[in-house]
Antibody, heavy 120, light 107 residues
Framework: EVQLVESGGGLVKPGGSLRLSCAASGFTFSVYGMNWVRQAPGKGLEWVSSSSTGSRFTYYADLVEGRFTMSRDNAKNSLFLQMDSLRVEDTAVYYC?????????????WGHGTLVTVSS | SYELTQPPSVSVSPGQTAHITCSGDKLGNKYACWYQQKSGQSPVLVIYRDTKRPSGIPERFTGSKSGNTATLTISGTQAMDEADYYCQVWDSSPAYVFGTGTKVTVL
């Protein structure tokens, strides 16, 4: 059974940092692209970042470019999101999601999400 | 940046058909997919590659596309279908784009 379990969320002050993790199981992690997607309270889904299978290519949404860094450890089946210079508007539930290219670039599995609150 | 537009809300009576549209520039040249998100839960993929249904998704969910508009149709809508629905495409800049979301209410 495919499982994605996020952790690392919490309360942080503006300008602070936080590191999210996503533990994957039930599939061959190294052959899948992975993504982070966030959802602010009461708002819609927003794509944050994407990592190719070997981390050779990593892409970011304009709003987080230069502040967030996505990485992965294929040996430990883990995905990470280092978030620096956090802003109030970064407050959201952050989901990790598996990318399925053969399905037309869709996200076929999602984690339960981890809440990040940026507030003074 | 690329944008996908959905109606904010759709209301449907139980057993009737709901249509949720998603419009975007050159959407006809991209694959669209759809997610269902029930209150307090993670999104679930219900349609991929415009018209394909993942294993386990009921047949009452169908996808279609005409020109630059993709449509998710829920036939014989049930109370359990009440949720937010999002379309999504892959675009080169940025990589992925989600629609604005549609709240489906089953009256």
């Amino acid at each position: 059974e495919v499982q994605l379990v996020e952790s690392g969320g919490g309360l942080v002050k503006p300008g602070g940092s936080l590191r999210l993790s996503c533990a994957a199981s039930g599939f061959t992690f190294s052959v899948y692209g992975m993504n982070w997607v966030r959802q602010a309270p009461g708002k819609g889904l927003e794509w944050v970042s994407s990592s190719s299978t070997g981390s050779r290519f990593t892409y970011y949404a304009d709003l987080v470019e230069g502040r967030f860094t996505m990485s992965r450890d294929n040996a430990k089946n883990s995905l990470f999101l280092q978030m620096d210079s956090l802003r109030v508007e970064d407050t959201a539930v952050y989901y990790c999601a598996r990318e399925e290219i053969t399905s037309g670039y869709s996200f076929d599995y999602w984690g339960h999400g981890t809440l990040v609150t940026v507030s003074s | 940046s690329y944008e996908l537009t959905q109606p904010p809300s759709v209301s449907v009576s139980p057993g009737q058909t709901a249509h949720i549209t998603c419009s975007g520039d050159k959407l006809g040249n991209k694959y669209a997919c759809w997610y269902q998100q029930k209150s307090g839960q993670s999104p679930v993929l219900v349609i991929y590659r415009d018209t394909k249904r993942p294993s386990g998704i009921p047949e009452r969910f169908t996808g279609s596309k005409s020109g630059n508009t993709a449509t998710l149709t829920i036939s014989g809508t049930q109370a359990m279908d009440e949720a937010d629905y999002y379309c999504q495409v892959w675009d080169s800049s940025p990589a992925y784009v989600f629609g604005t979301g549609t709240k489906v209410t089953v009256l």
